[in-house]
Nanobody, 121 residues
Framework: VHLVESGGGLVQPGGSLRLSCAAS????????MAWARQVPGKGLEWVSG???????YYGDSVKGRFTISRDNAKNTVYLQMNSLKTEDTDVYYC????????????????WGRGTQVTVAS
């Protein structure tokens, strides 16, 4: 299994970025995919998830600003990040282990190496 994130970078507050996660080695269309980030002192948190049927989940801090989508033909999941805030600065990880009933765990499923998002003026 391989998950490779891209699209991170430096952006000013209020700006936008689009993250991509290219997946291989498993039946992508059958898996719920998600983006997670590390919260200092609290561990990993779900940013957003998308089920195989297209249903989506968003963490409270990103609702209305981020949009997750997937392209099963390309085995890719995206995260459109708008109205970025300084507190969104983090490493964003892609995983095929999403569940809205449980928090993210690095020992469950497969994870990418992450892409750095820095929001600063």
């Amino acid at each position: 299994v391989h998950l490779v994130e891209s699209g991170g970078g430096l952006v000013q507050p209020g700006g936008s970025l689009r993250l991509s996660c290219a997946a291989s080695g498993f039946p992508f269309g059958n898996y719920a995919m998600a983006w997670a980030r590390q919260v200092p002192g609290k561990g990993l948190e779900w940013v957003s998830g998308i089920y195989s049927d297209g249903r989506t989940y968003y963490g409270d801090s990103v609702k209305g600003r981020f949009t997750i989508s997937r392209d099963n033909a390309k085995n890719t999941v995206y995260l459109q990040m708008n109205s970025l805030k300084t507190e969104d600065t983090d490493v964003y990880y892609c995983t095929n282990s999403f569940s809205s009933r449980a928090g993210p765990r690095i020992d469950v499923g497969s994870w990418g190496r992450g892409t750095q998002v820095t929001v600063a003026s």
